[in-house]
């Protein structure tokens, strides 16, 4: 069993910052890529930064230069460092993990709950 469980969420004025945190737990062997994402009522979920095991990552235009996405040494937890949050940011904030749990595993993409994200302008 693997869990993924997000926290650091809030409520912040804009030009605020928040720090998300993504720590997988259960029978894992490895980790992949993390990825946080986010979804806005009404909108479908879209990728907000991801990042390899190598530390390779990829940011989406709108949160370029405002967020940094990292990972802890052991690799199974991700940040979000977010600064100069916008109104537009506000969304519930899901981070996701492709997770192998056997030597002969291709990988799973695992879940978290999700975050709320709040950002009053």
């Known amino acids: 069993q693997v869990q993924l469980v997000e926290s650091g969420g809030g409520l912040v004025q804009a030009g605020g910052s928040l720090r998300l945190s993504c720590a997988a737990s259960?029978?894992?062997?490895?980790?992949?890529?993390m990825g946080w994402y986010r979804q806005a009522p009404g909108n479908e979920r879209e990728l907000v930064a991801s990042?390899?095991?190598?530390?390779?990552?990829n940011y989406a235009d709108s949160v370029k230069g405002r967020f940094t996405i990292s990972r802890d040494n052991a690799g199974n937890t991700a940040y979000l460092q977010m600064n100069s949050l916008k109104p537009e940011d506000t969304a519930v904030y899901y981070c996701?993990?492709?997770?192998?749990?056997?030597?002969?595993?291709?990988?799973?993409?695992?879940w978290g709950q999700g975050t709320q994200v709040a950002v009053s302008s």
């Open positions: 996701n993990a492709d997770v192998a749990v056997y030597p002969w595993d291709r990988g799973t993409v695992y």
């Open positions: 990042i390899t095991r190598g530390g390779i990552t």
């Open positions: 259960g029978s894992i062997l490895s980790i992949g890529s």
